[in-house]
T-cell receptor, first 113, second 109 residues
Framework: NAGVTQTPKFQVLKTGQSMTLQCAQD?????MSWYRQDPGMGLRLIHY???????DQGEVPNGYNVSRSTTEDFPLRLLSAAPSQTSVYFC????????????FGSGTRLTVV | SQQGEEDPQALSIQEGENATMNCSYK?????LQWYRQNSGRGLVHLIL?????REKHSGRLRVTLDTSKKSSSLLITASRAADTASYFC?????????FGGGTRLMVKP
């Protein structure tokens, strides 16, 4: 049971490049979310999904796209990378969403130069 | 803006002492959760308390919730050096889990 797997672990992008951060879970969780964490701060919600085919925006969605074609996968796409998107990105999943804890991946550390 | 705010932002104690962290939030919630994050790692779920519960225990952890004051506290008893980490409260008000800024705990051996 791998839990939540994020790839890559580290990435350096040039301003304007696009890329996709991958997230996969093998727990059959309905809820999946993407967060970013900036130095010394808590996590801010980017996008979330309550099930396959359903996505919604969180607190800081600008510059990011998501899709949820399967229960297992929830990729996060950066459309045109900017230095302000330098951050650590965490994917998380949960069963049912309410009254259940979330399982987090180990994170992707992204630097945009 | 973040829903939860932790207090203090940083806490340094000696091994064996108790550590108390507080969390305040702004809107009605379904539940409140506490997470631990070791340096450079992902978050680990510690404990969840529902909005109709007032206190919950898990090992050396004790969580209280006061919905009238919109606040929660996390108590770690008999702290260990391995408890050194950042601790975050998170509120679940529906489909979204919203985090506070965290408390950085250092436990000195």
């Amino acid at each position: 049971n791998a839990g939540v797997t994020q790839t890559p672990k580290f990435q350096v992008l040039k301003t304007g490049q696009s890329m996709t951060l991958q997230c996969a879970q093998d727990m059959n969780h309905e809820y999946m979310s993407w967060y970013r964490q900036d130095p010394g701060m808590g996590l801010r919600l980017i996008h979330y999904s309550v099930g396959a085919g359903i996505t919604d925006q969180g607190e800081v969605p600008n510059g990011y796209n998501v899709s949820r074609s399967t229960t297992e996968d929830f990729p996060l796409r950066l459309l045109s990378a900017a230095p302000s998107q330098t951050s650590v990105y965490f994917c998380a999943s949960s069963s049912h969403g309410q009254n259940y804890g979330y399982t987090f991946g180990s994170g992707t550390r992204l630097t945009v130069v | 803006s973040q829903q939860g705010e932790e207090d203090p932002q940083a806490l340094s104690i000696q091994e064996g002492e108790n550590a108390t962290m507080n969390c305040s939030y702004k809107t009605s919630i379904n539940n409140l959760q506490w997470y631990r994050q070791n340096s450079g790692r992902g978050l680990v779920h510690l404990i969840l308390i529902r909005s109709n519960e007032r206190e919950k225990h898990s090992g050396r952890l004790r969580v209280t919730l006061d919905t009238s004051k919109k606040s929660s506290s996390l108590l770690i008893t008999a702290s260990r050096a391995a408890d050194t980490a950042s601790y975050f409260c998170a509120t679940d008000a529906g489909n979204m889990l919203t985090f506070g800024g965290g408390t950085r705990l250092m436990v000195k051996p």
